[in-house]
């Protein structure tokens, strides 16, 4: 390994340190070490920046910017180390940010979703993914963090579950409701009836018995919504499985809302169970609707005039 290759692992195993997952920027940055190790370069230049992050040539720009954000931030570490590296200007390549419009299912669509998982194949795997949609649609978890879901991980006696393996790797408690306790219980019965000899210590298991994978998920979440005939609402508001986590954002403000809690005091503990560090990251799930809109109008009133 290269000298660049030493110094890119130990920027990586810093930043992990930190709670940083680094998934697809860890293998960016690798890709940029073995990029200069072709090219035979010994340091970061903005031009050797420039020719990784622009390929492939035909790419958005979109995906140019974070190729280069990739490097840019391994960059500013090798500056400490080695004063002659070039950290790229963060504006070289400018690329839209769209985030995706948070697709807000019904409570009628979540209900023919789960419903429509009848059509899947064999039988526990139907159960699986109707099991697996109901409860990220009541608690508002991550897909990475339900299907990464231990089987001790899950307490049926007591109606709690521990995350774990989260996005900031902070443990955290999700209290259920007793439907689905009974739901989780009765889908562990059936996964345990049809192997009795454990395959994989995850709750959630696959059709043989094996760990669910993230792509196998949103492929089988994709059947699910053709089969159902859901429709997206403009180009960039397509049915996900992770809407499922900004429906129960919006639902849960909006119960607030309406039995007249001080939402504003109360937003942290919405933070907490979604799992964010700080309450500012909770603000991308609360998408406005016109129910929504008019309570905090209707809030924003009343106070004006009592005040």
């Known amino acids: 390994m290269s000298a660049l290759g030493d110094c890119a692992e130990e920027y990586l195993s810093t930043r992990r340190a930190l709670g940083y997952k680094l998934v697809k920027q860890a293998r960016l940055v690798t890709q940029f070490v073995d990029h200069l190790d072709r090219l035979g370069a010994t340091r970061i230049t903005t031009e050797t920046a420039l020719s990784f992050a622009m390929n492939p040539e035909n790419a958005q720009p979109i995906w140019w910017q974070q190729r280069l954000s990739a490097v840019r931030g391994f960059a500013c570490y090798m500056v400490t180390i080695d004063p002659a590296t070039e950290v790229p200007p963060g504006n070289l390549l400018r690329g839209a940010v769209t985030r995706a ?38 608690t508002g978890m991550r897909i990475g963090e339900a299907i990464a879901l231990q089987r001790d991980d899950v307490d049926l006696e007591r109606g709690l579950i521990t995350i774990r393996f989260s996005k900031f790797d902070r443990e955290r408690l999700v209290p259920l409701h007793s439907s ?7 889908y562990a019965a059936r996964r345990d009836e049809r192997f009795p000899v454990r395959r994989a210590t995850t709750f959630f298991v696959s059709s043989r018995g094996t760990p669910l994978l993230h792509s196998g998920v949103q492929r089988s979440f994709a059947t699910l919504v053709a089969k159902v005939g859901l429709q997206p609402r403009s180009p960039r508001c397509r049915p996900r499985v992770h809407d499922l986590r900004h429906r129960f954002a919006v639902e849960t403000l909006l119960g607030w809302y309406r039995s007249g809690e001080d939402v504003a005091a109360k937003l942290p503990v919405l933070s907490t169970f979604l799992g964010h560090v700080k309450p500012r990251n909770t603000y991308w799930y609360l998408s406005a609707t016109p129910e929504l809109l008019a309570l905090a109008a209707a809030r924003l009133e009343q106070s004006a005039v009592t005040s």
């Open 101 to 138: 419009v948070p697709y807000l299912y019904t409570s009628s669509e979540i209900i023919e979703l789960m419903a429509s998982t009848a059509v899947l194949r064999p039988v526990l795997r139907a159960a699986t993914y109707e099991t697996l949609i109901g409860l990220l649609a009541v």
């Open 180 to 186: 689905t306790t009974a739901a989780l219980g009765s």
